[in-house]
């Protein structure tokens, strides 16, 4: 069913009774083209793109819950394309270009809301860091602001610029960043993948792999054997667990990151603030909440669920920032599993073994690379080449030294 004013008015006149079903939820069958394991935003997208560009349908995607469960229904929704690094700039810019045509490409409301990152900066050396990545930006041709204070207390009046222990100096802006209903993310591309002919398949787990003549050529389920030309991994925070089903031993780590949603208020915060002095990022949802997280869980972990001295943190960074939001009573809080790699970059690449691809390694900041990696992985996956903009995101990089490391923490994921 195509999305339109006029399916919204017929369906209004008619009581709201005959809305279709979003998307297929489809029983697996014996053998397919490609499988994608995990229905989060990654492997949704890589589904839709399979099929919509490369013209390949005899896909299904295999969720071991249901769509959406994982981190991609978990996350604070904060898009952008503020990064520094020549191998990362095109491939998170190309993304922001698919979320602006996202809805049209979709035909699904995503809320894609440009509203505008902010980073703010609280000494000289910070000030310089971000001139430097503003630069790094605006050579690739992506759009970012160096603001002052006077300009942030313009947009922000309300942070603690006069008492705070690293006062406010500024902040560097894009203004195209901003944040998109990540739930919705995932249906849309459930609705179109599936209008194509792609199976989705839920509460389907992979369980290991069919590998003949050192090919991998199907995946064993909670429901029964599926056959496939290429499988293509894209399981998030699980995909040290399913590689390891291969006998791969991936560079990464799993982590919780947890996230936070206080009650309701009027309009209060216009865009997206990250506080950089202390790990804290907030925006306000449509409905009024104030969402916001900090830094992940320093352990790992498997759980979806995080720990109090995080949730103390946060608050506090929450508070240097902004004192007014002490007074505010939190809502809900929950964690995600972060798939952290040795550099804080992703992977999308062919594995050593034939027919086997892998699309990982997000960290926190996956989200707002989920059009982007679906349409590489998709490349991938349709012409066994790397996509232009993800040739850096190599798997045989932490064996060859290319790392891709934008905060230069080293190989310490948990520093990413
Ligand atoms: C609290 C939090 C805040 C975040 N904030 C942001 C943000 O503001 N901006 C941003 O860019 N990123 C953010 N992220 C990161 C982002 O959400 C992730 O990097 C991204 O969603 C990961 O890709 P995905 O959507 O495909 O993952 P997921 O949605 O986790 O998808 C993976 C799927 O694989 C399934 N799976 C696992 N094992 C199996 C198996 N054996 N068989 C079948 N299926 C399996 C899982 O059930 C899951 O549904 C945040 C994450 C969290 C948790």
């Given at each position: 069913m195509r999305n339109s004013i006029f399916s919204l008015a017929l369906n209004a006149l008619s009581g709201h009774k005959h809305w279709q079903p979003t998307w297929r939820d489809a029983e697996p069958r014996a053998a397919y083209d490609v499988i994608i394991i995990g229905g989060g935003g990654h492997g949704l997208a890589t589904a839709h793109y399979l099929a919509k560009i490369y013209g390949i349908t005899n896909v299904a995607v295999l969720e071991k819950s249901w769509i959406g469960s994982g981190n991609v229904g978990r996350n604070t929704t904060i898009v952008r394309s503020n990064y520094l690094l020549p191998g990362n700039i095109p491939f998170y810019e190309l993304s922001m270009k698919l979320w602006e045509g996202l809805e049209q490409d979709?035909?699904?409301?995503?809320?894609?809301?440009?509203?505008g990152v902010l980073n703010l900066f609280h000494s000289d050396g910070q000030r310089d860091g971000y001139v430097r990545r503003g630069n790094a930006m605006r050579l690739h041709g992506v759009d970012a602001e160096l603001l002052d204070q006077a300009a942030v207390r313009k947009l922000y009046p309300f942070l603690d610029f006069d008492h705070a222990r690293f006062p406010i100096q500024g902040g560097l802006l894009q203004k195209r960043g901003g944040t998109v209903r990540h739930d919705a993310v995932a249906w849309g591309y459930a609705k179109t993948a599936s209008a194509r002919g792609v199976d989705i398949v839920q509460n389907c787990e992979v369980r290991g792999f069919i590998v003949e003549d050192g090919q991998v050529v199907g995946v064993e389920t909670s429901r029964g054997s599926i056959r496939a030309g290429k499988v293509g991994m894209a399981v998030a925070g699980a995909s040290s667990q399913v590689a390891a089903m291969a006998g791969l031993k991936l560079p990464i780590e799993s982590h919780v990151l947890q996230a936070f949603v206080s009650e309701g208020l009027k309009p209060l915060i216009p865009g997206v603030i990250t506080f950089g002095a202390g790990h804290f990022y907030i925006s306000q949802s449509d409905k009024g909440g104030l969402v916001f997280g900090g830094d992940i869980d320093g352990y790992n972990s498997y759980a979806q669920r995080g720990n109090l001295p995080v949730v103390e943190d946060v608050c506090e960074g929450g508070m240097a920032l902004m004192?007014?939001?002490?007074?505010l009573r939190l809502l809900r809080s929950w964690g995600g599993l972060m798939d952290m790699s040795m550099d804080g970059s992703p992977i999308i690449d062919r594995t050593p073994i034939s027919g086997l691809y892998l699309n990982a390694g997000w960290c926190y900041g996956g989200f707002k690379a989920t059009p982007a990696s679906g349409l590489s992985f998709a490349h991938l996956l349709a012409t066994d080449t790397a996509h232009e903009t993800a040739?850096?995101?190599?798997?045989d990089r932490f064996a060859t030294g290319h790392m891709l490391d934008e905060k230069g923490q080293g190989a310490q994921p948990n520093l990413h």
């Open positions: 979709l035909n699904y409301n995503a809320m894609v809301s440009q509203r004192p007014m939001i002490g007074r040739k850096a995101y190599r798997l």
